[in-house]
């Protein structure tokens, strides 16, 4: 469903007109494509306490695309005015769908001042995301000790994270990955449509080998994509009791992505909600991954430094009026992610277990909702727009990269810094 609102205040009457009435003026999102791949305009990079050239274009006279800024020396509350010092300059003059990342320590990684003080970067980061305007955001990495920032700042400082804002990553030290013989094999279930074939989409861009899984029921219009990208469709309910059994037995070769996408509604309020209607969408949404990935990591399918990416939702952080089904199965991803990353075995082999959380994505899933509650869920975030379903597979193509060991047991929103959940 297509937001006539951002469409019609980005033609400069309908911005005049918005401007007038006091209406919110989104700025169109600058995304990735292969013409714009980069920001636009240069990175800076700083030390908190640093002061910013002034005044604040880059030597080429442009405004700068990005600013990092290195705050994991702070140690005291004290420190935090270096971040004053150095992004006060900055604050109202960077490029359009800028990007300001902040480095930062973890806050359990020293005493009780440098846990207050790197806490409170999270605060900052959350606000300047709420501040910043015209398509910026603002999002921090918490280093572990010997982390690098690596991919997950490649990410951040491209147009690959249009939607991404708000939001606190902890990196740790990546194990070593050995180069790839030939290309990944990724598996992506729900894939027929939505985000799933954006999904599909962005891992084929990357150079994956993809297996796209639907229901029979879609199985044309997954065909359909399979053929447009090139992949491999799978038919298959991911309920069925042998459905992990059947998948390793598919994957022969081993897999090395799985993207567990395929999700369902059933909206009710509990107290009319059948059993029934509540069990479905507990199952296909978490009972499903959990019996599907176990089976997969018995049968050896899931090769050593294999990426596991769930999918939540910000309803399973903030809750949802008719969704205690949904809203317990995104939250129960959550849970499993974390556990699945802290899992002895799992880690020993390389193997990383994340999640997305998106917020409003313009999908068949979102285009079925209310149109007042619709129109709520695009304007209630610091971008104040719904996301496409390729911002979620941005961000699921960075969590599934090879080069993010680093990254493990995190939940990224991509949801625009929603005020829900926040
Ligand atoms: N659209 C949003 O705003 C939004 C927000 C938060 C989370 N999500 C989550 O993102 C994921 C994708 O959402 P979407 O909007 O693209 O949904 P969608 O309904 O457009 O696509 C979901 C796909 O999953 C498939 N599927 C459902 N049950 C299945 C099963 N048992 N086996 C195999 N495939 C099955 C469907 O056939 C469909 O093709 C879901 O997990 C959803 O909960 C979406």
């Known amino acids: 469903m297509a937001d006539r609102y951002l469409r019609l205040t980005g033609t400069g009457p309908g911005r005049f007109v918005a401007r007038r ?37 880059a030597p080429t006279g442009e405004p700068y695309g990005g600013v990092v800024v290195d705050a994991t020396a702070l ?38 001042a440098h846990a207050a003080t790197h806490q409170a ?9 709420k501040e910043i305007g015209r398509g910026g955001t603002v999002n921090l990495l918490r280093l572990a000790p010997g982390a690098v920032p690596g991919s997950a700042l490649d990410f951040l400082l491209s147009p690959r994270s249009a939607y991404v804002s708000g939001q606190v990553v902890e990196v740790g030290p990546a194990p070593e ?26 891992l084929v861009r990357g150079g994956a080998d993809v297996v796209l899984l639907d229901v029979p029921q879609a199985g044309e219009a997954l065909a359909a994509v399979a053929a447009r990208l090139g992949g491999r469709a799978l038919t298959l309910d991911i309920t069925a009791d042998d459905a992990g059994e059947r998948l390793a037995a598919a994957l022969p070769d081993g897999l090395d992505v799985l993207v567990h996408n395929a999700g369902i509604t059933r909206d009710r309020k509990l107290a009319n909600m059948p059993a029934e209607r509540f069990d479905t969408v507990v ?8 019996r599907t990935t176990a089976a997969l990591l ?117 949801c625009g810094q929603s005020l829900l959940g926040a």
């Not at 990724?186 to 954006?198: E, S």
């Not at 199952?283 to 959990?290: H, R, T």
């Not at 509650?373 to 599934?400: F, H, I, K």
Request: contains cysteine.
């Open 177 to 202: 990955v050995p180069a790839a013989a030939g290309p990944r094999t990724a598996l992506v279930t729900g894939a027929a449509r939505g985000i799933g074939a954006a999904v599909a989409e962005t």
């Open 283 to 290: 199952d296909v949404n978490l009972g499903a991954v959990l």
């Open 298 to 414: 018995k049968a050896g399918t899931l090769r050593d430094h294999g990426r596991i990416v769930g999918t939540a939702s910000i309803a399973g952080i903030a809750g949802n009026v008719g969704q205690t089904n949904y809203a317990a199965s995104k939250a129960g991803i959550i849970g499993w992610v974390r556990a699945l990353a802290a899992d002895g075995e799992v880690r020993g082999r390389g193997i990383t277990a994340n999640a997305v959380a998106p917020g409003f994505i313009e999908t068949a899933m979102t285009a079925a909702v209310p149109v007042v509650v619709r129109e709520a869920g695009r304007r209630m975030n610091s971008l104040g727009q719904g996301g496409l379903p390729v911002d979620v597979a941005e961000t699921v193509g960075w969590l599934a990269d090879a080069a993010s060991g680093g990254v493990n047991g995190q939940v990224v929103r991509v």
């Open 21 to 57: 009435l006091g209406l919110p003026l989104p700025t169109p999102l600058r995304r990735w494509s292969a013409g714009t791949p980069e920001l636009p305009g240069p990175v800076l990079r700083l030390t908190a306490g640093e002061p910013a050239p002034a005044p604040a274009p």
């Open 75 to 112: 140690a005291e509350p004290a420190d935090l005015h270096g971040l004053h010092a150095t992004l006060h300059p900055l604050a109202r003059s960077l490029a359009p769908c800028g990007r300001i990342v902040l480095l930062g320590a973890r806050p359990q990684d020293g005493g009780l």
């Open 121 to 129: 970067l999270e605060g900052f980061t959350r606000s300047l995301g």
